[in-house]
């Protein structure tokens, strides 16, 4: 039996990059706020201190901050046709889990979508004809959403985290340095970008050479200290190099930690609970009112917390499940393609080229999480795709975040994997190799999706979500594209030699390609077409908002977390100054 | 393993304990930086208590205590193969790796404690990953003993570490491949995938885990360890940084593990 507890406001489902947004903007505008966090507390000096933070064997291969799959995992296949086999060790992404979750152990790359991403049906209709976007059985959709309604918010995860950066577009005005593709921005980065390592200025140099437009990648990387309007106070990087995939022991890299957490836990109406993991949110009998949201903390009691508003601001693939187990929305049918809660699942498509010297020592284990020279001529829409047969992009970028020896030590075509080649291999290009990255966009189709799985249950008796995924066609082709392109600039650069990492063949759980896993609990105009409308608000039950990179139709050839950010703060904007003064729909269908 | 911060006391000092909930103390032993801590509720500060440091769990003692005296001299001979010494750079041997391995299969490593291991266990494709219903520790013993009896049906030798180098590379080449198949329910490329990633693990980790012996694999690269601070080599490009290779005990010369 659970124990019902006093109601609240809002209670937040998790408690990363949305749970913490969400928590400081509805408690300063007087709400009682709880926030519920599966895993434990977790805070600089006593979880990632500089001393042990730098510790690849801990944090990257025994997954010291990641979600532990033997608690909590889901099953996975390419295709319907496969049996789903659960995830038994993490690899393809690494999940966070505890406070501040995956804003703890990211990179720091802070990103906004282009004008056009949020269009990607209609704008690529119009310029490449209807097929442009149906080909390969894709299912992309519009947003709902356009880029200037974002971008107020883009600017204020921007001054939260001090991201560090150069502007390429100042309010419509191009500005040299920068990215000229970029959606125009009201302001300038709070902070400048990062001084450049040895490999990113060779890419710089040799994309410029041929005709790219190079310009520094924008960081939660602190280039200096930095206060944010929570008072909050960060100190600049020092490129220890252990930065994705760690957390940083220096507070310079943006995570709820440094950013919000100061702020909000002296906050009287803020109640963080950990150990906490919500099983589902209770509905009224018509399903159409969230009451609150029964869960079960570490020592196995369970609670009910009613609450006005349940905002669900755990991971993608958690969010979705609970809106499954707790039968929120219509579940998507790939067979007839009606429903929606699960539907365009989508992820990005990964390549890599990796570059060898003779004459020039690389140092890369001086890095930082976003440390990189990055071109954007073609992501998106910013080339003419015309014949191509395919759409979407990416970025590509010259990129140190680390040597660290375990996973990154590069070596050239052929080399055996083992024995006295390798090794000798591996002592000759550590210090002389870093690699580009292609960092691809990721269109949805009708087969890529999210359930509950038939056969597998978690720790607490209830199916785990079940993932069914495979690059489309139409990735692979773009990934092709792009890696040649690529390949074109890491040969500009005169190395000794170059490696291609191609994305080839059906999506695989090993090795680690990215955290970015997108779609579910997507966004759009309808109720027919979309889970929740653009502040997030879920149509058939308008006390629930779900938060996160679930709520993308697709996933454009970036880092979601900018935008993630963005879209939580527009969801807060709008509860404040609408849904608190007239509780229900803010769209009307 | 650590146990984190009980914040009780501090909350009651503060007077801000959610009745019915940070009263809660009969959790579940503390996991590896994951669930199971205590359930805590946190409320008008950050909570902070000294001497809660989340350190690292290093190896220590020494001898084997997870491997059979059989199992190590199949380790032994093995990783010799996979990273073999000469003037080059430290073997996986001279490294210390075998140990590292044995330390790690003794502890949470070795029992799966990252593995989610439930049933039921078809095979599944490639794509898929691992689906064994071993754990690491398991996985080893196991493969350790079907290479063993692979070696003896068909290649005529009492035990892999008595073949030649070379019989014992194209062993462990069948093994990467898959063409030698293994009994007692061992796929073959997956123990060796393990067994080469936890091999390079031992090799590049830091040396309190009981490899990487003095450092010597990142000296071999250039890899200078765990230092905190680059930022005057950020744009000397080109250079040689002269950093001294450090770990988290230190070095010779500075601080004595």
Known sequence: MATTLKPVDAVLVGFGWTGAIMGQQLCDAGLNVVALERGPWRDTATDFATGFAQDELRYMWRHHLFQNVADDTLTIRNNVNQEALPMRRLGSFLLGTGVGSGGVHWNGQIWRFLPTDFQTKSHNEKRYGKKSVTDYDMTVQDWGVTYDELEPHYDQFDKLCGTSGKAGNLQGKIQPGGNPFEGPRANEYPTPPMAQTYGP????????????????????????????????????????????????????????????????????????????????????????????????????????QPAEMVILGAYVLQNVRLLLLSGIGKPYDPKTGEGVVGKNYAYQTMSSVNVFFDDKIINPFIGAGALATVIDDFNGDNFDHGGLGFIGGAYIAGMVTGGRPI???????????????????????????????IHGSCMSARGNYLDLDPTYRDIHGRPMLRMTFDFTQNDHKMSDYLTDRAAEVAKAMNPREIKLNRRTGSWSVTPYQTTHNTGGAIMGDNPKNSVVNKYLQVWDVPNVFSMGAGAFPQNAGYNPTGTLAALAYMSAEAIKSQYLKAPGPMVRA | MVTKVNLQRRQLLIGSVAAGVAGATAAAPVRDGELGAPPQTIRGAVPFKEGTADAPPGASGSGYTYFTPVEATFIEAAVSRLIPNDPVGPGAVEANVPFFLDRQLAGPFGRGDHYYLGGPWPKGVPEQGYQSRFSPAQMYRAAIAAIDQYVVANLSAPSFSKLSAA?????????????????????????????????????FSDPIYGGNKDMSAWKMIGFPGAHYNYKDWVTRHGERVPFPTVGFKGRPGWREG
């Open chain 1, 201 to 304: 200025t060779l890419f710089g140099k040799a994309a410029a050479e041929l005709g790219r437009h190079p310009f520094p990648h924008p960081t939660g990387n602190m280039s200096e200290a930095y206060t944010n309007p929570l008072g909050a106070q960060m100190g600049a990087c020092t490129y220890c190099g252990f930065c994705e995939k760690f957390g940083c022991g220096n507070y310079s890299k943006a995570s709820p930690q440094t950013t919000v957490l100061p702020y909000l836990l002296r906050k009287s109406n803020f109640t963080l609970r950990t150990e906490c993991e919500v099983l589902r949110v209770e509905l009224t009998p018509d399903k159409k009112r969230a009451t609150g949201v029964t869960y079960v903390n570490s020592a196995g009691e369970e609670f009910f």
């Open chain 1, 407 to 437: 996973e990154m030590i590069y070596t050239p075509q052929g080399t055996p994997a083992w024995g006295m080649e390798w090794k000798h291999a591996a002592a000759k290009n550590y210090l002389r190799s870093f690699s580009l990255s």
């Open chain 2, 167 to 203: 019989d014992q590379d194209k062993t462990l080449k069948g093994l990467e491949s898959g063409d030698i198949k293994l009994d007692g329910g061992v796929d073959s490329k997956t123990f060796f995938g393990m067994l080469l990633q936890n091999t390079k693990e031992g090799y």
